[in-house]
């Protein structure tokens, strides 16, 4: 079969055009359509492939391979007839927008701190690039910068095509072997990268660029970002997330961040606090209910495993025997079993051997859960 003409080359703002169809072969849920000519940009290089209309009939995904484009419907369409085709133009402008900013701003990289692109993912959700050098924050900043100064300049994108020979002597970034037909993608003053994707047609288009967040990565950095209509949705995103959590706190935008730092130190004390008087009250409690008793067995709701540990520690002295605090966390028990006078190491092993229970620890205290119930757990204390 031959090579699909692709006529996003011809014209990379074309929503519509007409083409006959080759083929239309039935694969599991999908038709799979080839054309003679087609605008639809196939996944590669990252990038997820463009979405639309063949003859009315959604197109789902878009591949290529050996030059021939692959269109996935959900129905069929007959072979030998002519079709109208539609481009989701939206969202393949989106895409043009992000991938014409991520050449902007990996170029930067590139140019102002030597590092390099080393992979790239674009999709409806998704829009990451990968360094292979570490970036500070500031770092960031100042290369986004850079990138929304040259996008308002609005320069011309332009292409060119070297021979293989000519390619050698020039300067561009490239992830892929040097070959004949390479499509260079240069944005004056910012970059030169070899790319077969759709971009824009002047740097303006872009509008804004905005870097939403990073992740490390062993020896580099991955960069999440927003360009154009994205940057737009999720600077939106963030304001109606800033200003409705400040009018629900009745406090400024601009002063939130203090106001969370407040709330949180407030909260923090109270839980302090609120620990101190459960360790009290649940001291006073066991030494009341088990005057007589050789054994303490405790169940506490609302105390971590640092309080049990005070509890358990102050109880020890006063008893003969052991002194067990249990706190319920999801169908299981937490415990912690002290003793001043008895070698809790042993009592662990009997427990094991006995109960659903893995615990470990010092003869004079041992830590562990249990799936026991409440009322086997009152039997755990000899
Ligand atoms: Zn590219």
Known sequence: ????????????????????????????????????????????????????LIAGIPVSKVTISDGIIYHYCNDAVPEGFLVECTVDFDRRFSFMQCHSGEHMFSGTVHNLLGGENVGFHLSDNTATMDFNIKLTKEELRKVETIVNQKIWENAPIIYRYPTLEEAKELDFRCKIDLMEGIRIVVIPGVDACACCAPHVAHTGEIGLFKVTGTESKKDGIRVH?????????????????????????????????????????????????????????????????????????????????????????????????????????????????????????????????KYDLKAGGSASMIQGSTAESKETILHFLP
């Open 1 to 52: 079969m031959i090579k699909t003409k692709e006529l996003y080359y011809e014209d990379q703002y074309m929503k519509s055009f007409t083409a006959t169809v080759l083929e239309c072969t039935e694969k599991g849920a999908d038709y799979i359509i080839v054309l003679d000519q087609t605008a639809f940009f196939p996944e590669q290089g990252g990038q997820s492939s463009d979405t639309g």
């Open 225 to 353: 970002f927003a360009a154009g209509q994205r940057a737009l949705e999720y600077i939106n995103s963030l304001c109606d997330c800033a200003t409705d959590t400040a009018s629900y706190l009745s406090v400024s935008s601009l002063n939130l961040l203090e106001t969370v730092k407040g709330m949180k130190e407030d909260s923090q004390n109270l839980k302090f606090k609120l620990s101190g008087l459960s360790e009290a009250l649940l001291i006073k409690d066991a030494e009341a209910l088990f005057s007589s008793e050789p054994n303490i067995c405790l169940f506490a709701d609302d105390i971590d495993m640092n309080t049990a540990r005070r509890i358990v520690n102050k109880l020890m002295p006063t008893r003969e025997g052991y002194v067990g605090v249990f706190i319920p966390s999801s169908n299981r028990h937490n415990f912690i079993i002290g003793s001043n006078t008895k070698d809790c190491t042993k009592l662990c092993s009997l427990l094991s051997e």
